[in-house]
């Protein structure tokens, strides 16, 4: 079955004090793997797509890394305004006529200034 | 630019009534879905369509219907509102249904007592 793990489900971090998210997942075959941003009674909001093993992608303080079984968003030197909760979604090959996205249960992040 | 667009914000039913959640987008986009956000499950596809006149079922279509008589709309209606139909309502949209991002909207809180 598909299926995607986010770890840690919560993190609380000091203002610079960089850190990692963890994005497990299980598919039968990547299709894609998405990264978003959630704010409190806001839709998700998009920051990453990765393809393959190997891949990076980076946009400010984030870098998102991807490998054959996980990915990591990176975090340097955050800021409060980082803080929210973080989605993981993959789109296995076999799902490309649904489009469905499979998402993670999310890692709520919180920088303390 | 607009994007996702979502109404309304919030909505209260009572068992049994109707109700039709709205969503339009100005992207030109041909792949639209609805999904709810339910806490501890993540985000769940219900719906999705893949251009206009075009809809078919997600993971958890029960008690929800669709149309797409536009590429830029994608109502969902609820026929018989339950009170396990209690979450937030996303809707989403994509340049296709395979390996691209998806835009969400803002969101419909929806609460069925």
């Known amino acids: 079955e598909d299926q995607v793990t986010q770890s840690p489900e919560a993190l609380r971090l000091q203002e610079g004090e960089s850190s990692s998210l963890n994005c497990s997942y299980t598919?039968?075959?990547?299709?894609?793997l998405f990264w978003y941003r959630q704010d409190p009674g806001k839709g998700p909001e998009f920051l990453f797509t990765?393809?393959?093993a190997g891949e990076e992608k980076e946009k400010e303080r984030l870098k998102a890394t991807l490998t054959k079984k996980e990915s990591f968003l990176h975090i340097t030197a955050p800021k409060p305004e980082d803080s929210a909760t973080y989605l993981c979604?993959?789109?296995?090959?076999?799902?490309?006529?649904?489009?469905?996205?499979?998402f993670g249960q999310g890692t709520t992040l919180q920088v303390k200034p | 630019n607009a994007g996702v667009t979502q109404t309304p914000k919030f909505q209260v039913l009572k068992t049994g009534q109707s109700m039709t959640l709205q969503c339009a987008q100005d992207?030109?986009?041909?792949?639209m879905s609805w999904y709810r956000q339910d806490p501890g499950m993540g985000l769940r596809l219900i719906h999705y369509?893949?251009?206009?006149?075009?809809?078919d079922q997600g993971e958890v279509p029960n008690g929800y219907n669709v149309s797409r008589s536009t590429t830029e709309d994608f109502p969902l209606r609820l026929l018989s509102a339950a009170p396990s139909q209690t979450s937030v309502y996303f809707c989403?949209?994509?340049?296709?249904?395979?390996?691209?991002?998806?835009?969400f909207g803002q969101g419909t809180r929806l609460t069925v007592v």
């Open positions: 989403a949209s994509s340049r296709s249904r395979a390996g691209t991002e998806a835009f």
């Open positions: 598919v039968s075959g990547l299709r894609g």
């Open positions: 990765l393809y393959s």
């Open positions: 979604a993959v789109q296995a090959i076999g799902s490309s006529n649904t489009g469905k996205l499979i």
């Open positions: 992207m030109n986009h041909e792949y």
């Open positions: 369509s893949v251009g206009a006149g075009i809809t």
